[in-house]
């Protein structure tokens, strides 16, 4: 009986894990940023953070090995629009992303951007307008809030795109640029990387309220099972939420 029971359990464990992964699927590539710390950038060649390490245990849960690579933010999307990858992280929801790829129903995290000057220089903000004829820096592709992004569009502002925060910050100091958009985690901890927690202040008022970044499956990646695949992940990151998985994460890298 002792013999039986055992045998039952194993049985009974086999079918639960095969349940929760999708048979056989390859493993899953995606791309994401090379230089967002903390939650996505590269160290010792292999892409880590906070989003990483939340997208290689959605793939654990789900049973399927994934590949995760770390690029400048332009090439990521450029990849997920061909299919050369089979998704990206972390996305903002906008209607030119929806057009290619398929957003999961929950964030990875939520940005708060911020407009970052020289301490000195600082300037009300409290509406996009107040932004009107300033050099402001950005990170390459960043895509802020429909209203910020449609004030640059009709140059209210100009936009002084770098590929890295540390560049933009270079550029503020040396005064070639009168402030940086940025993400608020990410500004802090490379200005206490810098030693500049000093010479460069955060304007108080956020240029939007937090907005979700999210998991995306490219719409024209040959994965197999797509709709098994995205429904599993989706279920997976919302149990990650309610069982304290993500603020786990979180506190590693934000504590």
Known sequence: MKYFSVILSVCILFFIIAGQSVAGQRALVFATLNNFSPFADISNGQARGIDVEIVEEICRRIGVPCKIHALPWKRVL?????????????????????????????????????????????????????????????????????????????????????????????????????????????????????????????LPHPIMPPKGAYLVISKASDMTNKKQVFDKMNKALKTMNEDGTIKRINDKYLR
């Open 78 to 202: 450029v990849r997920v629009r061909h299919g050369e990858v089979d998704g990206g992280f972390a996305a903002f929801k906008t209607p030119s992303r929806e057009e290619y790829a398929i957003f999961l129903k929950h964030p990875l995290h939520y940005s708060r951007f911020n407009i970052f000057t020289r301490k000195g220089n600082e300037f009300t903000f409290k509406k996009i307008d107040d932004l009107n004829g300033l050099d402001i820096g950005i990170k390459l592709g960043f895509k802020v809030s429909k209203e910020f992004d449609n004030a640059a569009a009709a140059d209210k502002f100009v936009l002084q795109e770098v590929e890295t925060l540390k560049a933009n910050i270079g550029k503020l100091m040396l005064r070639r640029i009168d402030c940086i958009a940025s993400n608020y985690q990410e500004t802090m901890l490379v200005l206490k990387e810098l030693n500049l927690q000093d010479q460069v202040i955060c």
